[in-house]
């Protein structure tokens, strides 16, 4: 690595991006979108920050080592003034548009002007907590440090300057590192034990042709990564919400004026000093949009529970895993029937083809179902995602409740196009402790017991003067209930992706579980009139009338990673 003055280095960046130094900022237009999108991707395998990737990128240090090179003379001309003039026409320019802006947004509250203004923003070593706020907002489209590819540092833990300044830091302190310790030690027990239980030649045996083809150094590379993936799927359970992570997103001006506004109320410090990190950044590339970021104690005193109004005597109680169908339509198969019909026809209204469906036959109506997706490509490769280009499925919907954990929990929040739903976290609903733990020697799984005693025992403290930020300490192994709603296209979709055998064991264990909540309620989604009784539901599935609506990925590969 070449050694470049720091007070360089930062003006370098700082061409790039708004801030080379805090822990949010904003990147600016002299990074192409494709390249914020190829080092946000890193975040998925990469622990670095997306500024280290982008100064690679500029050094040459991304794909061979530049060896001696004087980076200060190759990057000068990006600092100098000769060189990076604005012409007086391009100023103005310019100024007039944000006059423009502050007429008509400012004034007028014109906000789909703001609609219009995507913003690229980085967030370094916040916690899963902030990472949670951001994906409720429906139109931020991020990617976040990967849990599976990823071996969180036990040092880089969340302490939240509340709580640490208060009778609690003992308590927080001892339970953050207690579950990181347990953390790493599971991580190692975990790859010894699956090593054991699946040795190469056992896992060479379920590859496909493209990996048993490949040179053996490069089949035993991708072995050690998908045993390593494996274990850190386990040992993540132990990762509490206090484990930092870096995360990149893109959202919108207006949408980004709300949450700056509805987060400088927030009851967590950490979610209102990102607040002011995100209104000083984003404000920089889009200064004439972001004029109504004042806090909004509306939206704050919802964030705050209400003050605890609303609350009851605590009652919760402990669950396992499992999916409830809160709603759906039960004309669901007329009604996306004709909304299909009223789609692919010239003229009339809805209530009309309503009329017309409601004299057909159920074999009638699945043979619409069957034309419709007869050209779909259900193989794993080249999928066409969607049951329509329309969005005809998603006005028939669905709400359900999947109760999981919370690292689960974490994946089904990234589904955003549906509208989602969840309290705090807590252990007192239980702990879904994975199951390959039962196989494994005494002393490791008392590592998880034990560590998991520590943390509840402290979120009951903490919770008693700080009930959000006791969440800190909860780890993801925490059971949790998320409500969602959706259509049916987003819900076909969802389970195509989440099914895939290379997934997470946990989520794609609900997975399968909201599938077949979702086939009994509605037997039609699979060709039946009336769910088979009596059946496994993989035989109820393989046995389908009808193909290719709802689709689910039932293949094994050995290793889910």
């Not at 208060?166 to 001892?174: K, L, N, P, Q, T």
Request: glycine share 6%.
């Amino acid at each position: 690595m070449v050694d470049v003055n720091p007070e360089f280095k930062k003006r370098i960046l700082e061409v790039f991006v708004t801030s080379a130094e805090d822990p949010i900022y904003a990147v600016r237009s002299t990074v192409p979108p494709e390249m914020f999108g190829a080092f946000g991707s890193y975040f998925s395998r990469n622990p670095k920050d997306f500024r280290e990737h982008l100064w690679g990128a500029l050094t040459g240090q991304i794909e061979e080592e530049r060896g001696d090179v004087d980076i200060e003379r190759e990057l000068s001309w990006l600092v100098d003034p000769s060189l990076r003039q604005v012409s007086d026409a391009i100023k103005a320019g310019v100024a007039r548009s944000q006059d423009f802006f502050r007429r008509w947004y400012g004034k007028y509250s014109h906000k789909s002007i703001a609609n219009t203004v995507w913003l690229p923003l980085v967030a370094t070593r916040v916690s899963q907590l902030f990472a949670r706020e951001l994906a409720y907002d429906q139109l931020a489209f991020f990617i976040e440090q990967s849990t599976r590819y990823v071996r969180f540092d036990p040092e880089e833990m969340f302490r939240d300057a509340d709580v640490m300044a208060s009778r609690h830091a003992e308590a927080y302190e001892g339970a953050v590192t207690t579950l990181a310790r347990a953390y790493i030690s599971l991580t190692d027990a975990a790859v010894a034990h699956y090593k054991r239980q699946i040795p190469f030649d056992k896992w060479l045996e379920v590859q496909p042709d493209s990996v048993r083809t490949k040179k053996e150094k490069f089949q035993r590379a991708d072995y050690d990564r998908q045993v390593r993936g494996k274990a850190l799927d386990v040992s993540r359970f132990l990762l509490p919400q206090a484990a930092r992570t870096n995360i990149a997103w893109i959202l919108d001006a207006r949408s980004t004026e709300s949450d700056i506004a509805a987060w400088k109320g927030h009851p967590i410090k950490e979610m209102r000093e990102a607040a002011e990190l995100i209104e000083k950044h984003a404000g920089e590339l889009a200064p004439s949009l972001l004029n109504h970021t004042e806090r909004n104690d509306y939206y704050g005193d919802k964030l705050r529970d209400y003050g605890g109004a609303l609350g009851f005597v605590h009652d919760t109680v402990q669950f396992s895993k499992g999916v409830h169908v809160v709603h759906y339509d039960p004309d669901g198969l007329d009604n996306f029937v004709a909304h299909v019909l009223k789609r692919h026809n010239r003229g009339g209204t809805f209530e009309q083809r309503a009329r017309q469906v409601k004299e057909m036959s159920f074999a009638e109506k699945m043979e619409v179902l069957r034309r419709i997706v007869a050209n779909r490509n259900t193989k794993i490769a080249g999928f066409d995602e969607w049951l329509s280009m329309g969005e005809e499925a998603d006005l028939v919907p669905v709400t359900i409740a999947v109760r999981t954990d919370i690292g689960a929990i974490r994946d089904w929040r990234r589904h955003q196009k549906w509208d989602r739903s969840e309290a705090l976290y807590t252990l007192d609903n239980g702990v879904h402790r994975p199951p390959m733990l039962d196989e494994m020697p005494a002393d490791t799984q008392r590592i998880f017991d034990d560590a998991i005693l520590v943390a509840h025992n402290a979120e009951r403290q903490i919770r008693r003067d700080f009930p959000h930020q006791a969440q800190y300490v909860v780890p993801m192994a925490a059971m949790h209930e998320i409500t969602m709603r959706g259509g049916l296209d987003q819900l076909q979709y969802m389970l195509w992706t989440r099914t895939t055998p290379e997934g997470n064991w946990s989520y794609r264990k609900d997975a399968f579980n909201i599938a077949e909540a979702a086939v009994r309620a509605m037997p039609w989604l699979l060709g039946y009139e009336r769910c088979p009784e009596g059946k496994p539901f993989l035989q109820v599935y393989e046995e389908a009338p009808l193909k290719g609506f709802l689709c689910l990925r039932t293949e094994e590969t050995g290793l889910h990673t």
